[in-house]
């Protein structure tokens, strides 16, 4: 078949460079935008009198058939196709004749192209948006169910101090806050028109921009036209949000590795999101959770890739930005894929109290309590910090917990200890006295769980 572009060559090019060249493999997905703008661009044309209305029509009643035709499987996408751009406007010539040809005024590929995958990018947000407020509700629900589930909370690792498993998931629910937020901000920064700018430079015909742009939801025009072609920084940026999405799912997931262990023992996810091993009887595998954390390497990787094809290009449009597509498609759809399946785990997993309250009273995770029981007695903290330590160390030494070291024991170390230090080493009590704002105690788990259910809500509308 003729190349649409032969001319100043022959359009003969070898087989494998027609191989090379093709997108079709990774721009077909966008076969609905690319329909969507060329009747909106028909319209502008007729709209402006560049074409006659009938011509219109005529264009849109055709495009129309295409997309249905696709949509239901009549029409196969043609894997030899150059682009998907090529083979829309190559079938609409076949359908309805010389008219077809008159679509492509007053545009390029280059804007086509742009406008395609903003178009695209623009619902790929809204669905990441709301697998977001899904899995941050699913969170929620289970910290609701364990706000009074006191495990031991770690840094480096170590525990550190008790902590309730609903505040701990809790915490997980802030990051995706901030990743809707993140994609939202990206979304409406990537929603502007670069329809128009056509190959670089504008246009001698007069266009409507504007009206273009409004027909298809845009919430303006781009002001510059090399930029309308050459930027991607909306794929960048989406790709960035993705890739700090992953990087917190991919936490969440070696938690749920560590937690699922029969070390910790924590948290018991369903047979629906694990596996068993084809040798080890016994073995019930978090496939799922370590499939996220390994995916999250992916979507860097696709970050990588977008800002390196961009690094040292010359403005405008340059053949190495059909690149871009495979990456930020992959970083899009790794992304939903991981946003659906870790809101399956949280959502069918059971924590093992128990085994968390054990392990919270092991840990010495009261000690900073001990320390404060002295300081409400008027020892300054410092001093009342080595005295804790030293106990912690007796106590070790001797086989004693804080709860079971004798009152004549703790006595030795401050006559200010009476008998209510065990109160104030009572997990329960520590973490109901951490109701400093955003605190561990129940009623700040409350009221976290009350203001995301607000934000989950408000961002899926
Ligand atoms: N398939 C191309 C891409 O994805 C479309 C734009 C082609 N433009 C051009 N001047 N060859 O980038």
Not at 115 to 120: F, I, M, Q, S
Not at 281 to 299: F, I, S
Not at 348 to 364: H, I, L, P, V, W
């Amino acid at each position: 078949m003729e190349k649409m572009w032969a001319g100043r060559t022959d359009g003969n090019t070898d087989k494998s460079a027609d191989e090379f060249n093709s997108s079709i493999g990774t721009d077909s997905r966008m076969y609905r935008q690319d329909v969507a703008g060329s009747i909106a661009h028909a319209a502008m044309l007729a709209k402006q009198g560049i074409i006659r209305q009938d011509e219109a029509d005529l264009i849109t009643d055709g495009l129309v058939s295409i997309l249905d035709d696709v949509a239901a499987g009549r029409l196969e996408i043609d894997p030899e196709a150059e682009d998907i751009h090529m083979f829309i406007e190559q079938k609409l010539t076949e359908r309805i004749g010389q008219v077809g040809k008159k679509l492509h005024t007053a545009r390029s590929r280059n804007d086509q192209v742009a406008l395609d995958a903003r178009l695209y990018l623009r619902d790929e947000c809204a669905e990441i948006i709301r697998l977001l407020a899904g899995l941050a509700e699913a969170l929620t629900g289970k910290a609701e169910e364990y706000k009074d589930a006191i495990m031991p909370g770690y840094t480096h690792l170590q525990r550190a101090q008790p902590v309730t498993f609903g505040h701990h998931l809790m915490s997980y629910v802030m990051m995706l806050l901030r990743d809707i937020d993140r994609v939202s901000d990206a979304s409406a920064r990537m929603n502007i028109s670069p329809i128009g700018s056509c190959a670089l430079a504008g246009t001698t015909y007069a266009t409507d921009r504007a009206f273009e742009a409004e027909k298809l939801g845009f919430d303006g025009v781009c002001l510059n036209s090399i930029d309308g072609v050459s930027d991607r920084d909306f794929c960048v940026e989406l790709a960035a949000c993705a890739a700090i999405i992953m990087m917190h799912l991919s936490r969440l997931s070696e938690e749920l590795v560590l937690w699922s262990s029969w070390e910790f023992g924590f948290v018991e996810l369903s047979d629906s999101f694990t596996t068993g091993s084809s040798i080890m009887p016994q073995k019930k595998n978090p496939d799922m959770a370590e499939l996220v954390r390994g995916k999250t390497g992916r979507v860097y990787g696709d970050l990588v890739t977008l800002l390196t094809l961009l690094k040292g290009l010359p403005l405008a449009y340059n053949k190495d930005m059909q690149e871009d597509k495979e990456s930020i498609f992959d970083a899009c759809d790794t992304v939903k894929a991981c946003l659906g399946i870790t809101r399956g785990m949280i959502g069918s997993m059971k924590a093992r109290t128990d085994r968390m309250r054990k392990a919270a009273g092991e840990g010495f995770i009261n000690a900073t309590d001990l320390a404060d029981y002295l300081v409400g007695k008027g020892m300054p903290f410092r001093d009342a910090y080595k005295i804790s330590g030293r106990i912690v160390g007796e106590c070790i030494a001797r086989g004693f917990t804080l709860e079971t070291f004798p009152l004549q024991s703790y006595a030795e170390f401050s006559p200010l200890f009476e008998q209510d230090v065990y109160e104030a080493i009572n997990l329960d009590e520590c973490v109901k006295r951490r109701a400093s704002y955003g605190g561990t105690s129940p009623e700040s788990v409350e009221r976290q769980i009350a203001f995301a259910r607000g934000r989950t809500e408000t961002a899926v509308g």
